[in-house]
């Protein structure tokens, strides 16, 4: 019986983690110089957190969880996105005692989503996501927005564009409610049945239903920044008026409502005109959150955030070569029972000295080793048969410049060091 990985799920293969690795080192390298520091939370939560925190008129709630009973009959939930338990752990550890007032966390790992699969689109997913709490200030939305930015740009992704909008506050959401409500209440029956749920629960989903995207009533629905009050229409501003002073290029989009129910104030997504990410151009996406840690249980405190998909920013780098220097610095080519005892200590010995080495198990021919040194890229082939054994020394070939030299066991370390800290210098 053969298995396969689930639907929606991709192995990840050496080829693939090369350029993975790259991309998690340079996210954390941004995070280092924004003085963002890493939370790592459980990757299931109780069902009840992502119900509530993400607010279960959502796609992601009603349709797309994979949750579960554990054996003591809780309900808990694969993660489907990373803002819930960071706030619930924000909450938990008390981490809003700060004396610097802001947390500045960031996470990364795997998401899981019950999605068609498709270019783009897994079941499960990674995101790389930040979240800054403790103020209201614009300045940090503002942050989160040149962060997400700096991370498109170290990528080097062209034709990238960063979308905001705001929803306003309390009551700027209220006011804007009522407006969506009498604007559908005409035509709903025109609707799908789940934006006829929405309607009373929850209508500003209405307008990211993916049945009803093309209908005329959603086209034509009014605007939140139409039922701002001032304070939020003054928060805006300044946001708008802060990436004006930073020359960050941005578009307003009246239409961006961002599919998850914590969000109020500025809303952002950094989404790719790059035809290649086809419908997956929405990289990441984000805003803020005033009132969920309160609702997770914790003193005021307002947040925003933003998450990448890392496969969305992994796709970017496949088109890149890859600067990454993995040669491996030796491989040792045995002939023969002794001369593969000998390896064996010799290539633990080097390891521990910090070389990077291999050696063949196979007993192979000098050939088919050579080409592995190759494959490799080896800076150094290390040579060893029966004489060699006998007379307690290796033959050392230099990759580059070809030239061999017979070295006594107990120069080899220095030898290796010597010439690769020399640049091969007999070149
Ligand atoms: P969201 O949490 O829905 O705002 O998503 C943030 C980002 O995560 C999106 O812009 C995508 O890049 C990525 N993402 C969301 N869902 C998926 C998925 N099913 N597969 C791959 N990436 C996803």
Sequence with gaps: MAYSAPRGTVDLLPQQTKNWQYLEQLLRTIAFNYNVKEIRVPIFEHTELFNRAVGDTTDVVSKEMYTFKDRGDRSLTLRPEGTAGVVRAFVENKLYVN??????????????????????????????GVEMLGLENPEVDVECMVMAVTIIESLGLQNVKLHINTLGDETSRENYRQALMNHFKPGLNELCGD??????????RILDCKVDKAHPLIKTAPKTIDYLTLEAKAHFEKVCALLDDLEIDYLVDT??????????HTVFE?????????????????????????????PETPGVGFAFGMERLAL???????????ALDIYIMPLGQEARDLSLQIVTMLRANGFSCDMDYANRSMKAMFKTVDRLQAHFA?????????????????THDKV????????????????????????
């Design 382 to 398: 290390i040579i060893i048969g029966e004489e060699e054994v006998k007379n307690e020394v290796v033959n050392i070939k230099c």
């Design 270 to 298: 950094v989404i790719s005109e790059d035809p290649t990410f086809g419908n997956a151009a929405t990289l990441g996406g984000g805003g803020r959150y005033n009132k969920l840690v309160q609702e997770m249980g914790g």
């Design 404 to 427: 061999q030299e017979t070295v006594p066991l107990e120069d080899i370390v220095a030898y290796i060091e010597h010439h690769l800290e020399g640049g091969h210098e007999h070149e």
């Design 316 to 326: 970017a780098l496949d088109q890149m070569e890859p600067e990454e220097e993995d």
């Design 99 to 128: 004396p610097d007032k802001l947390t500045k966390l960031y996470y990364m790992g795997p998401m899981f989503r019950y999605e068609r699969p498709q270019k783009g689109r897994q079941r499960q997913f990674h995101q790389f």
């Design 255 to 264: 239409n961006l409502v961002r599919g998850l129910d914590y969000y109020c």
């Design 195 to 204: 934006c006829q749920a929405r309607f009373e629960k929850n209508p500003l």
